[in-house]
């Protein structure tokens, strides 16, 4: 069965720093792989997708994510974090060819200082 | 566009009260998905449907009822709620079976008491 696996439940950076979120997958072949984030009182927005091809996907916001087969990580990154980046970021699995529902990880936290 | 709507935001609720949360979609799209959202517990599929008229179950679908009867809209009932719905609930939509990605609508925040 996918399951996936996001270790930091809290992360706080300070502005301008750089950010990195790690998420990890369990499934037996290369899966979807997805990076959300939801703002305060909103719904999840869609960061980034990969589902094949150059392993380092670029997404909105100035994020990038990196597939990593050997390690099964889908680990999100950004060089210089904003104050408006503060929100909660959930990484997702899909499973090719099966019905597609996604599972979710418990998110991570993004809290940014000043 | 509108993209995915939820009526209604917001909604309290005694013990053993029913009620439906509508989720509307304007994309054409094939697939819609109910979660709920609980604190450390990420997001947790209740039901979902493959088409219009289909639904099936997801993680935890107990106590919970659905209907697709258009294919822009997709209910999710509550017969009888209990505290443990206390919760926030989120519609998704997905276009077809080749494309992966899913959309999401701004919730409903419910309490049970």
């Given at each position: 069965a996918q399951s996936v696996t996001q270790p930091d439940i809290h992360i706080t950076v300070s502005e301008g720093a750089s950010l990195e979120l790690r998420c990890n997958y369990s499934y037996g072949a290369t899966p979807y792989l997805f990076w959300y984030v939801q703002s305060p009182g909103q719904g999840l927005q869609l960061l980034l997708k990969y589902f094949?091809?150059?392993?380092l996907v670029q997404g909105i916001k100035g994020f990038e994510a990196e597939f990593k087969r050997s390690q099964s990580s889908f680990n999100l990154r950004k060089p210089s974090v904003h104050w408006s980046d503060a929100a909660e970021y959930f990484c997702a699995v899909g499973a090719p060819g099966s019905q597609g529902n996604l599972i979710f990880g418990k998110g991570t936290k993004l809290s940014v200082k000043p | 566009n509108a993209g995915v709507t939820q009526t209604p935001k917001f909604r309290v609720l005694k013990t053993g009260q029913s009620m439906t949360l509508l989720c509307a979609q304007?994309?054409?799209?094939?697939y819609m998905y109910w979660y709920r959202q609980d604190p450390g517990m990420g997001l947790r599929l209740i039901h979902y449907s493959v088409g219009e008229g289909t639904t099936a179950k997801g993680e935890v679908p107990d106590g919970y009822n659905v209907s697709r009867?258009?294919?822009q809209n997709f209910l999710l009932g509550l017969e009888s709620a209990a505290p443990s719905q206390t919760s926030v609930y989120f519609c998704a939509s997905r276009?077809?079976?080749?494309?992966?990605e899913q959309y999401f609508g701004p919730g409903t925040r419910l309490t049970v008491t």
């Open positions: 094949s091809g150059d392993t | 304007d994309m054409n799209h094939e009867l258009k294919k276009l077809r079976q080749e494309s992966y």
